[in-house]
């Protein structure tokens, strides 16, 4: 193999281990240098170093973010970009020439094609494995030893997953969102300042992974989708506990079921989903984001742990009450009345509504209130049933409104309703509860 073309990757990788000795001005000149180095390198072998030209590019903005923020008094460690760099670019070359070995060098392909929505789940796991172990040693030496096991090994993991990712989304500018994308993820978890134990750690991303896995085997989810759901998964689990992430794992094996419902009349009819049903990174944000969001507020604020855990719920029903209100309603019998004029429409048009999805809206929201009561989240009370399927009702009829209106306007995509509905249908709810009379909580 022609181990020279690594070179300029791993340059730019190991060049951030030489901060700590030089500070932060001169580090900025030396990557100003490096990049300029790769400009002109490139417009004879773009092939080589447009890659880490882009990465430099990232890295210089960076630094000198950090150093913007420290003269107004905020802090970015940089142990944090340090950690991104080497997850985008020293494991990426490690995972490349690994699997090149395995292909006994017989593939042209370079990591960043393997590690893609078509690449297949293996190429991932070993991308995952190599940037928690890359991440370790970089935030270990860059921290100065400051950081606990717990909170290298966690924050590893995250930017891992964030990292393969982005890498997975197509877009034009994957190599800067590579690095800022998982930069900022990697901050944002720094800064709550909170890591669980490496075995609560190691529990819950080999539990998400390998569910999310077992989805993209059965043709539930694509790439993308299996690394959201785990890094969604293992969010939810480190900050609240398993019986959170059960709902969450029962919505998505529920809801996929569905969508398999009858495809072949849907498809018939043209209202079938796309790719048959296999659902991408963007279904699975639109419908869980919020629920995840949820989870770590939580753990942030106990004081509200209760109202928390309802909109929660809430909003898992309504992703569930409006895929299946859209799955079994659109083989009903009967035309579907738009929400807004209640008159006649054709199946499959935004905002359309039926009696059978209806019923189907209000079965899916019982069932996911039902089964928090039967795993231990929620107490044997009415209140705490009601107000779970109300608000997945609720959610799924506003998510036909909204469809009714803004997406058909264009003003929002079908993820974009999902995301607004779940969200509201959260907010909906906690204010349900916290008006209720005390007496009946």
């Not at 991932?124 to 717990?150: C, D, G, H, K």
Request: glycine residues 8%.
């Amino acid at each position: 193999m022609e181990y020279y073309k690594y070179i300029p990757g791993l340059l730019v990788g190991l060049i951030v281990f030489t901060q700590p000795l030089i500070g932060d001005c001169t580090f900025a000149a030396l990557v100003f240098a490096l990049m300029l180095t790769f400009f002109a390198l490139k417009r004879r072998e773009a092939s080589s170093f447009q890659r880490p030209f882009n990465i430099s590019i990232s890295l210089f903005l960076l630094i000198l973010l950090r150093i913007v923020l420290g003269w107004n008094g905020y802090t970015l460690d940089f142990y944090v970009i340090g950690v991104s760099v080497s997850i985008i670019t020293i494991a990426v070359v490690l995972t490349e020439i690994e699997m090149q070995s395995k292909m006994g060098g017989r593939s042209g392909s370079s990591a960043l094609s393997l590690i893609g929505v078509d690449g297949g789940a293996e190429p991932i796991f070993l991308y995952l494995f190599n940037a928690t172990l890359v991440s370790a040693i970089t935030a270990w030496v860059l921290s100065e030893n400051q950081l606990r096991p717990e909170s290298i090994l966690f924050l590893g993991v995250i930017g891992s997953l964030t990292a393969a990712l982005l890498m997975v989304i197509p877009h034009r500018e994957n190599d800067y969102t590579g690095v800022v994308g998982t930069t900022m993820s990697i901050w944002l978890f720094a800064s709550i300042g909170y890591a669980p134990s490496i075995e609560t750690i190691i529990a819950a991303i080999a539990l998400s992974l390998l569910i999310s896995y077992v989805a993209y085997k059965k043709e539930m989810a694509d790439v993308s989708a299996m690394i959201t759901a785990a890094l969604l998964g293992m969010l939810i689990i480190v900050f609240t506990d398993l019986r959170w992430f059960l709902a969450l794992v029962l919505f998505f094996a529920v809801g996929s079921g569905f969508t398999r419902y009858r495809y072949d009349f849907k498809a018939s009819m043209g209202v079938g989903e796309e790719k048959s049903g296999v659902r991408g990174y963007r279904n699975v944000f639109s419908n869980a984001l919020p629920a995840a969001s949820l989870a770590v507020a939580h753990h942030a604020i106990p004081v509200h742990s209760e109202v928390i855990l309802v909109a929660y719920l809430a909003s898992l029903a309504t992703a569930l009450a409006d895929t299946l209100a859209s799955e079994i309603g659109q083989t009903s019998k009967s035309a579907p009345l738009m929400i807004t004029t209640l008159r006649r429409t054709r199946p499959g048009t935004d905002g359309g509504v039926t009696l059978l999805g209806e019923a189907a809206s209000l079965g899916g929201a019982l069932l996911l209130a039902v089964f928090a009561l039967v795993i231990g989240l929620v107490p044997l009370h009415p209140l705490y049933i009601s107000l779970i399927t109300v608000g997945g009702v609720f959610g799924a009829n506003l998510d036909s409104l909204f469809g009714a209106t803004l997406q058909q306007r264009g003003i929002l995509t079908n993820n974009g309703v999902n995301l607004a509905s779940t969200a509201a249908a959260a907010v909906f709810v906690s204010l349900l509860y916290v008006m209720a009379p005390t007496s009946l909580i």
